[in-house]
């Protein structure tokens, strides 16, 4: 996506060789002509799926799945992140790594709002190692649901998780994808650029 990558090359901050900052649109202050093209596109790319819920996980994600869930007019629904759980009972858990942040957390999501035989679309700010996309996953399959795709905002193509999702059978679909960050230059994969 030209406008997303463009916004990546003028306001992202590399950090090292495998961090990209990009606080000034997506991880801290939000752009919402921005978000409305990123839910613009996902809508488009899922359109024929029949997608009943669009999944994403607090707090960053939470942007681009609203606006993909305004034009799916589907319901959006954010997993959280919880440190320390006392009741689960009415909640599915998993448990994800940050190799990014070097912590786990338990991300959870309400029984109430998950039933069998949904179509779900997860939607990310970020792929790095695919964590959080398999813990998501995991919990819509725990309700007996289903994953019918995955959509990320902004793909690490240079770290494993979107091998590992394409291998698991997710379809996966990025709308910048990174080959490599260095403090000179971000390099971006080829993709179909619409
Ligand atoms: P993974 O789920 O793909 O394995 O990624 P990882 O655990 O490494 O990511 C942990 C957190 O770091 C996630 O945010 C993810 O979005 C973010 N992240 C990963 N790589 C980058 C990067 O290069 N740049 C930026 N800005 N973020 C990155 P989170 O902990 O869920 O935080 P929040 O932003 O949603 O609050
Ligand atoms: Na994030
Ligand atoms: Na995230």
Redesign the pocket.
Known sequence: MKELQDKIINEGIV?NE??????SF??HQVDPMLMMSIGQEFARRFENQAIDKVLT??????APALMTALYLKAPLLFAR?QKSLTLTDNLYVET??????QQT?DVTVSRKFLSPGEKVLII????????????MARIVEAAGAEVVGMGIV?E?SF?D?YRKLQEAGYRVESLAR?AS?SIERIEFAEQNIP
């Open positions: 950090l495998e961090v990209l900052k990009v606080d997506l991880n996980l607090e707090s960053s994600g939470i992140k994800v790594y940050s190799f990014t942040k957390s990310d700010d970020f792929l790095a190692h695919g964590e959080a996309a398999f813990g902004i690490k770290q998780g990174i960050l």
